[in-house]
């Protein structure tokens, strides 16, 4: 079981910019950030390969929103720039769970990760 510890995160106007970050308690090889907005599905905004070699990121956050890790703390940070009203969700971190073999790729949902407990993004216009 790996645990994880989310920070960052708030309140922000349309065009601004916050970090978050996830620390695992052990090695994963894929950690990334999934949102969820009320009323929505959960859905994949970033991923990144232990090692950083391959990183993913959905369409809509493409150009704005950077995923980075520092592998020797186990921790993955996400910058999120130029912020829009839409961006506003519960950012959960993930880290993927090598015990299950249900992968549908790293930006899915359904794939099979641990969970942190989720923190809140909020974008005003």
């Known amino acids: 079981q790996v645990q994880l510890v989310e920070s960052g995160g708030g309140s922000v106007q349309a065009g601004g910019s916050l970090r978050v970050s996830c620390t695992a308690s052990g090695y994963t090889a894929y950690m990334g950030w999934f949102r969820q907005a009320p009323g929505k599905e959960r859905e994949g905004v970033a991923v990144?390969?232990?090692?950083?070699?391959?990183?993913y990121y959905a369409d809509s956050v493409k150009g704005r929103f950077t995923i980075s890790q520092d592998t020797a703390k186990n921790t993955v940070y996400l910058q999120l720039n130029s912020l829009k009203p839409e961006d506003t969700a519960m950012y959960y971190c993930a880290a993927r769970n090598q015990y299950c073999d249900r992968w549908y790729g790293p930006l899915d949902a359904k794939s099979c990760y641990y969970w942190g407990q989720g923190t809140q993004v909020t974008v005003s216009s």
């Open positions: 990144i390969a232990t090692g950083g070699r391959n990183t």
